[in-house]
């Protein structure tokens, strides 16, 4: 009532009218009541005098009743008073007249206010008028990002786009691109933007616009990366995802076409990697076409992978030879390939890997065969006892005579001796016997015995004067002389007995007599050769051997006692005459035993007189 009241008392001053209406927020009627009436002066009043804060409000009315723009900027320029810029702003943007304060928002700028409403109204005018907004939205860095943004959004997409980027305005972004198809954009931002939740959110498997995306991060974003950790990033991203396929085919954009990142140590592994646990097919591919990336760690995952003839391939690429030759026989088992594999290349550690994996397999003159070729005698051990096993001694001998240029083993030595003697290169073994070696021959000698090997067991034993064991041998020989000889070196009565009892069962009784004097001068051994000679019927052969035994220097008391009673049994007419001259050395209770025995009345009257205890 108060405001009709003043309206129609039509006061020469309106100030009573201005603040009632400001007071009771009638702007909107003052502004059209003074407009039309001719009282623009009192408008001034207003927003200069009594309350600036309304100008926005005022501003909007002027508008709507078509004021002169002259007039609207005089008034806005004579504004000294702050008010808020963001309802002007938006009285004037509702009006589509925005450019009509673009002189008040620069001379506002060039004061230097730093208001970011001023901005964002400027950056609308320049959208709305085409000013070279792109520019301005990309290089301001006052203008509030997400009030632009949504300006843009009906206007240009891609300004939006711009000032959401600029603002980081995460979720704005991905809306409008996703809504308007601008998935190159997204890609870009999401490479530069780095960030694990947001690659999160766009690459979950319900996003309908994944597939476009990520077609859009392969042919563009990535191709156009310069900072590696974008590329970082981004990979990281895929690999949290689990999208293998798509990695790859990012990567392939990366490191296959030219980039600065062709290069790259880690991403080619990573290509590699992911091509051996997604899609082996192209590994092979990537091998012949990458080289830098970490040959020995992504063959050796190849292998896990059962991906045998790529790591294969792998190592020949990088001169990796004796790992090549190792998948070979290890993996793919074909030793066949592996032979073929070390003639090509030649190198000695091929070759002792190859003869490995031979000897492995039982092909034991192969092994043989690559070992030479190798050089390499450090497997001596399996290959002597495999060889030995086999019965291969011809080559072991090769394998020997290699092993022996670099190593001084007494296994070694001892082994070389026996397979000369299994392979009967007697020769060989004289030679050998006759050079420094350190085998030990007594072995090499027994099991050459052993197995029937008398000639060569005679060569070892003679050549460490071994006279026992070479007697034993020479009687095997049929070398009876010279085994009554070596017995003698020996003087052993054990050997002494195993030639005697040789002699007897060749019939060579003039040895086997010289065998038996150093036999029975040990009193324990007499009665045991005695047996021996009855058992056989070598009655003489006896009686001559004791009779020529009763001169022995060590002649003892069983000699005469014996002969006594085999002159009873097979000699009695010697008995007598015996008994005469020896009764002094015979044991008289035990010849008398045996001559009583044999009815030998007149030896045994003799004996009785003789024996004192009678």
């Known amino acids: 009532k108060v405001k009709n009241f003043l309206k129609e008392a039509k006061l ?3 100030l009573p009218l201005i603040i009632v209406c ?60 702050n008010f808020p810029i ?10 589509n007249r925005l450019k009509l304060i673009l002189p008040w928002l620069e001379s506002r700028i060039q004061a230097g206010q730093t208001d970011p409403a001023l901005y964002n109204a400027l950056a609308k005018i320049y959208i709305d008028s085409n000013n070279n907004p792109e520019a301005f939205l990309k290089e301001n860095n006052i203008y509030e990002p997400l009030v632009v943004g ?43 933007r780095r960030q694990v939740e947001l690659w999160q959110q766009v690459l979950v498997a319900d996003n309908l616009h994944r597939r476009a995306l990520i077609d859009q991060v392969s042919a563009t974003a990535i191709p156009e990366c310069t900072d ?31 980039t600065p990142f ?60 004796a790992l090549a030759i190792n998948v070979l026989v290890d993996n793919i088992a074909s030793i066949d390939r592996g032979l073929e594999y070390a ?39 399996e290959v002597i006892e495999l060889s030995n096993r086999a019965g291969k001694h011809d080559d072991l001998v090769r394998y020997l005579q290699m092993a022996r240029k670099s190593l001084r083993e007494p296994k070694i030595d001892t082994e070389l001796a026996y397979a000369y003697a299994k392979t009967d290169r007697l020769h060989d073994m004289e030679d050998f016997l006759g050079m420094t070696n350190v085998a030990d021959i007594l072995e090499v000698g027994e099991k050459c015995f052993n197995d029937e090997l008398y000639q060569a067991a005679k060569l070892l034993f003679q050549s460490i004067s071994n006279w026992a064991r070479l007697a034993t041998t020479l009687i095997y020989l049929g070398e009876n002389q010279a085994a009554v000889e070596s017995a003698r070196k020996a003087g052993n009565t054990q050997v002494w007995k195993q030639v005697h009892q040789a002699c007897i069962e060749k019939s060579e009784f003039r040895l086997a007599q010289i065998c038996g004097l150093n036999i029975i001068v040990h009193a324990e051994e007499l009665a045991a050769i005695i047996k021996e000679y009855e058992k056989r019927g070598f009655f003489d052969e006896i009686l001559s051997l ?69």
């Open 343 to 381: 003639v090509k290349i030649n190198q000695p550690a091929v070759w002792s890997r190859l003869a490995k994996a031979q000897l492995d397999g039982l092909r034991i003159k192969d092994a043989i065969d690559s070992y030479i070729k190798a050089e390499d005698p450090s497997n001596f051990l």
């Open 86 to 95: 963001d309802e002007l702003v938006e009285e004037v943007e509702k009006r």
């Open 12 to 14: 020469p001053d309106q």
């Open 150 to 192: 949504k300006y843009c959004e009906k206007r240009d997409p891609y300004l939006a786009y711009i000032a959401y980027a600029k603002g980081f305005c995460d979720d704005e972004l991905i809306r409008i691109t996703n809504e308007n198809s601008m998935f190159k954009q997204q890609a870009r931002y999401l490479v530069k």
């Open 228 to 258: 590696p950790d974008d590329v970082s990033a981004t990979v990281k991203a895929f690999m949290q995802a689990d999208l293998p396929l798509e990695l790859i085919e990012m990567l392939e954009k990366i490191i296959l076409e030219p």
């Open 22 to 81: 400001d007071r009771f927020d009638f702007v909107h009627d003052l502004v059209l009541y003074l407009y039309q009436n001719g009282l623009t002066n009192f408008i001034e009043v207003y927003v200069q005098r009594v309350n600036s804060a309304r100008c926005p409000q005022v501003i909007g009315g002027l508008l709507d009743v078509d004021c002169d723009e002259a007039t609207i900027k005089s008034l806005l320029a004579s504004v000294t008073g």
């Open 546 to 614: 004791l009779e020529a035994g009763l001169s022995l220097e060590r002649a003892h008391m069983g000699i005469f006692t014996e002969l006594s009673i085999l002159y009873s049994k097979y000699r009695p007419e010697k008995l007598m005459e015996h008994l005469k001259l020896f009764v002094s050395r015979v044991n008289i209770p035990k010849v008398i035993r045996a001559t009583e025995k044999a009815h030998l009345w007149s030896e045994l009257v003799f004996l009785y007189v003789k024996y004192d205890e009678f």
């Open 262 to 321: 062709s290069d790259n140590r880690n991403l080619q592994n990573l290509l590699l990697l992911t091509a051996i646990r997604a899609d082996k097919g192209k590994v092979v591919n990537y091998i012949n076409k990458l080289n830098g990336f970490d040959a020995q760690e992504i063959a050796r995952i190849a292998v896990e992978h059962g991906l045998h003839e790529e790591a294969l391939t792998i190592y020949k690429k990088y001169g990796e030879h």
